[in-house]
């Protein structure tokens, strides 16, 4: 499966006064796992509706294996699918039902449906469950039915808002599972993600901060342009240690990850340095230790970065 | 695989899995095939125009043979019961007032003497005017009966070819039976509810679960979707339809003179318009609780009272009798009635059906031009 590239040109909307995705440019090769990163507002869902022809760009445009979403949606909406945030299967519709009606709407024929569910069961493990209501499955089970929805008519272009969110461990895995094959086969793939570990997986990512790209690149490009360096430090109290090293002219940016607290450092300030600064303040320290700078850092300090400026 | 053009494939999806969701949504279903023949039996019995039995209280002050057999004839007629006899005419008031009596006759003293002595008798009739319409009618009874009272009294046995003979037949509805009236024009009041009703929750209620961005992302097009989601709405309403006129038929006696096949071909117009004006309310609403209580107000009052259904179109005044025109019930009403009162044909009702035509267009167009398969 070729020519399922993606070219975004100026894509813009606005909601009245509010700009909720600003002249977004990018492009996606055919085959490409393409992340699309960035907080609550940022305009992740309302870049991937438009994508998906069902949001209306104020401006710009976006090509779809070549084909115009803004001029020819027609001609876009059969190789691409689209998969919704919020679950937009019936369901008062069985698993089967749901799966044919989409067949039925993407024209697949009949004879090549019994090996497609085939594969679709076995990648999801719904086989078990095909007469059942989609609305008793399961959170994870429903984002599997949503997916084999997706790829029952073979799309070249996958556009999939937050896939995984708020899915249980295991059916994270067999979702990403069944992507990776979709990707082996050439299928191009655009999500949005909370999980720093999903971005972590895509081949570029693009952080996206109030509708604004704020940095797009490889995972590991991202990472080596963050300035300075990370050091990990686990407290008996992180909220205090945090609020110490801020007080600290040495540290960029303190932030706490879980319990963790996370200071972007100049290169040459060690970690034991700042475990003598903590103690001195007062604080018990477990643990400091420099870390591999995270997606998470790059973010944190690209988005601070971008409000420091406003 | 292109995406242009009418696919039958997927139309008919849509239509097996808005078939598949309304077998499983019992409030679709109870408002599908019970609604119509509960609304048919409740309205049937219900409503009628025929003034029957008139409660009638009389006060004799005359107390003759003469003021008797008058009360009698009331009572003969059928269509006075008397129920009360008052002693004084202060209680007149007091027993229309109450509603012990919908009418009071009063017969003053010396009635047979002025009826013997050729003076000329009167009688006061008293009538409860809350009811206009029963107080018309029960005026149009008395008059008439005390009329061949008197002309009984003045010829005495004698017989005299009067000057005009009128003889009055009633065409079509020979009992006047208001029964044969109302249940044709309650199959197109029913028929406009339910079929608006039942559309106006199909696409708000795929906006409001979400199911709408999925299925606006496929190549499904809006003429699919909103012809899709219609025609199991079409064949319900078919069958309703059929099913209310083989009741009127058989509980309350209505006649069906006409053609079987006009009637359901005007059926098929009427609700064509009606569910896509149902589909066009559902569209521009997007929640369910809107799109039924704006379907319910748009369809049952112009139906119930601008459609001719109760009220005599012609004697209202000029503003909503143009109003009348835009509203659909109208002519199915006149059509229904016209096939199964009169057994009129397409000669007659060709008229009726343009306009249908026209309203199926108009509903179909506003429906498929007001969903936009673009959220937000």
């Known amino acids: ?310 | 695989m292109s995406g242009m053009g009418i696919s039958l494939t997927r139309l008919l999806a849509v239509s097996r899995k808005e078939w598949i969701q309304l077998r499983r949504d019992p409030r679709s279903m109870a408002l599908a095939f019970v609604l119509p023949l509960l609304m048919l039996l409740l309205f049937g019995y219900a409503i009628t125009w025929d003034v029957r039995e008139l409660d009638l209280a009389v006060l004799d002050q005359d107390g003759t043979s003469a003021s008797r057999s008058l009360v009698e004839a009331f009572e003969a007629s059928g269509y006075f019961t008397v129920v009360e006899r008052l002693e004084a005419y202060r209680e007149a008031d007091a027993a229309v007032g109450a509603g012990d009596a919908a009418s009071v006759l009063v017969i003053p003293p010396g009635f047979a003497a002025d009826l013997s002595a050729r003076r000329g008798a009167a009688v006061q009739l008293l009538l409860d005017g809350a009811d206009a319409n029963s107080a018309t009618i029960a005026f149009g009874f008395a008059d008439a009966i005390v009329d061949g009272f008197s002309r009984r009294v003045v010829l005495e046995g004698r017989t005299v070819e009067p000057a005009i003979d009128a003889r009055i037949r009633t065409l079509y509805n020979p009992t006047l039976e208001s029964r044969n009236m109302i249940v044709p024009g309650l199959i197109g009041v029913i028929m406009m509810t339910i079929a608006a009703m039942l559309t106006a929750l199909t696409i708000a209620r795929e906006w409001e679960r979400g199911t709408m961005e999925q299925l606006a992302s496929t190549p499904a097009t809006r003429v699919e979707i909103v012809l899709g989601k219609l025609l199991p709405y079409v064949a319900i309403g078919v069958l309703d339809v059929a099913v209310t006129a083989v009741a009127g038929v058989l509980v309350f006696g209505v006649p069906f003179r006409g053609s079987v096949v006009i009637f359901l071909g005007q059926t098929v117009l009427f609700l064509v318009g009606a569910l896509g004006l149902g589909v066009f309310i559902s569209a521009a609403a997007k929640t369910q609780l809107v799109a039924t209580q704006v379907a319910l107000i748009a369809t049952l009052l112009p139906a119930m009272l601008l459609s001719g259904f109760l009220f005599e179109i012609r004697s209202m005044p000029p503003l909503l009798q143009g109003i009348t025109y835009l509203v659909p019930a109208r002519y199915y009403i006149t059509a229904t009635r016209g096939v199964m009162l009169k057994g009129v044909g397409p000669e007659t009702l060709w008229v009726q059906a343009a306009f249908m035509v026209g309203f199926a267009a108009l509903g179909l167009f506003a429906a498929t031009r007001v969903f936009r398969k673009e959220i937000a």
């Open chain 1, 1 to 310: 499966m070729t020519g399922g590239s993606v070219v975004v040109e100026g894509l813009t909307r606005r909601f009245g006064a509010l700009t909720a995705v600003r002249e977004l440019t990018f492009s996606v090769a055919a085959g490409e796992l393409f992340g699309l990163v960035g907080p609550d507002g940022a305009g992740k869902t309302t870049t991937l509706r438009m994508l998906a022809g069902v949001l209306r760009p104020s401006a710009g445009d976006a090509l779809l294996g070549g084909r115009s979403v803004a001029r020819e949606p027609d001609h876009v909406r059969p190789q691409i699918a689209y998969m919704p945030q919020r679950f937009g299967l019936y369901e008062d519709l069985t698993v089967r039902e749901n799966l044919s009606f989409y067949a039925d709407l993407y024209r697949v024929p009949r004879a090549e449906r019994p090996a497609r569910l085939e594969r679709l069961y076995a990648f999801s493990n719904l086989g078990p469950f095909q007469d059942r209501l989609a609305g008793k499955l399961s959170g994870g089970m429903k984002q599997k039915l949503s997916l084999s929805c997706a790829l029952i008519h073979r799309p070249a272009i996958l556009l999939l808002d937050e896939p995984t969110f708020g899915v249980d461990p295991i059916s994270r895995r067999d979702l990403w599972l069944i992507l990776t094959e979709m990707i082996a086969e050439g299928v191009t793939v655009i999500l949005s993600t909370a999980y720093m570990d999903e971005a972590e997986r895509c081949d570029r990512v693009a952080l996206l901060n109030e509708g604004l790209v704020l940095a797009l690149d490889t995972p590991a490009a991202l990472r080596a342009g963050l300035e300075g360096a990370v050091v990990a430090i686990r407290a008996e109290d992180a909220r205090r240690a945090r609020d110490v090293l801020r007080q600290l002219s040495d540290i960029r940016r303190a932030s706490l990850f879980g319990e963790t607290v996370h200071a972007v450092v100049a290169e040459w300030v060690g970690a034991d340095s700042l475990r003598r600064e903590l103690s001195a303040a007062g604080v018990r320290v477990l643990d400091a230790r420099r870390v591999e700078p995270s997606l998470e850092d790059v973010f944190i300090q690209r988005v601070a970065g971008e409000e420091a400026h406003a």
